[in-house]
């Protein structure tokens, strides 16, 4: 049985949400994917793995589906988050590069949209609601770092290679200026980083990010080439994932120190 998140309470402020690593998908679901498809390609290769190591107080939530059986990071209605961009849908149809991955009549129908959004994308955002609001109880502040990867080169979504760091906040609307300054700053002291650009946060922030109601939310996209081989079978760096490990610690430990100091 997938099941649909997996969380790890911490004592800190900040949750760590990584709604795209998971490799699950249900055997029945799986039996309906192409040949490209069962690739799995458009998973956060090793993010998982990555934040799993990162230690300290953090919560961690994780999606324990693959994006091909819902995508937790798309909204629920079906809106397309970059409107008048190539994207992928809240059940994709396609992936990155445009290409088919359902077996020709065996495509999803609504019924299955309906029925995977009962069943894993909803309990994945109520876990981490619930989360956020356990640690704005407990600290009278919470932060949500959103984590992802996506390969430096998809010319279907994006022009030229990626900028290694992403950082998204949908132009401050899903977080206090101070804590976009602080992760943005972090990120930038370990490689190019760009602000608002091509992903200026997803759902997932643009949903539980409320900063009047003491509830922050950054998203941070990396390019895999950072620590990955980007093609099959898409083996970790070591020490490329040892070095986005202390990045990500850097950066979640900087965001609990500013919620606690600025909290109320």
């Not at 490799?23 to 934040?51: C, F, K, M, Q, S």
């Not at 407990?138 to 990867?149: E, K, P, T």
Request: glycine share 10%; proline share 6%; charged share 25%.
């Amino acid at each position: 049985m997938t099941t649909p998140f997996r969380l790890t309470e911490g004592e800190g402020p900040v949750l760590v949400s990584v709604p795209h690593a998971s490799l699950n998908v249900p055997d029945d679901i799986a039996e309906r994917l192409d040949e490209n498809g069962a690739l799995l390609a458009d998973a956060d290769w090793h993010l998982d793995t990555i934040v799993d190591g990162i230690g300290g107080p953090a919560s961690v939530i994780e999606a324990g589906f693959h994006r091909y059986v819902i995508d937790a990071n798309r909204d629920p209605g079906g809106t397309s988050l970059y409107p008048g961009q190539a994207t992928t849908a809240l059940v994709p149809l396609t992936d990155f590069d445009g290409r088919a991955i359902w077996k020709e009549g065996r495509e999803p129908t609504v019924a299955d949209v309906d029925e995977r959004r009962f069943s894993y994308h909803a309990p994945y955002h109520d876990a981490l609601a619930g989360e956020l609001a356990r640690l704005r109880d407990r600290h009278g502040i919470a932060v949500l770092l959103d984590v992802h990867s996506i390969r430096s080169v998809i010319p279907h979504l994006f022009e030229g290679t990626l900028t290694p760091f992403n950082v998204g906040t949908d132009y401050t609307r899903t977080c206090g200026g101070r804590f976009e300054e602080v992760a943005t700053r972090l990120f930038r002291e370990n490689g190019e980083t760009v602000l608002n650009g091509r992903f200026r946060g997803g759902w997932t922030v643009r949903r539980h990010g409320r900063p009047k109601n003491n509830i922050h939310a950054v998203q941070i996209e990396m390019a895999q080439s950072l620590y990955m081989e980007e093609a099959p079978p898409f083996a970790l760096d070591p020490d490329g994932g040892a070095r986005i490990g202390a990045i990500l610690a850097r950066v979640v430990d900087a965001l609990a120190r500013t919620a606690l100091d600025h909290r109320g």
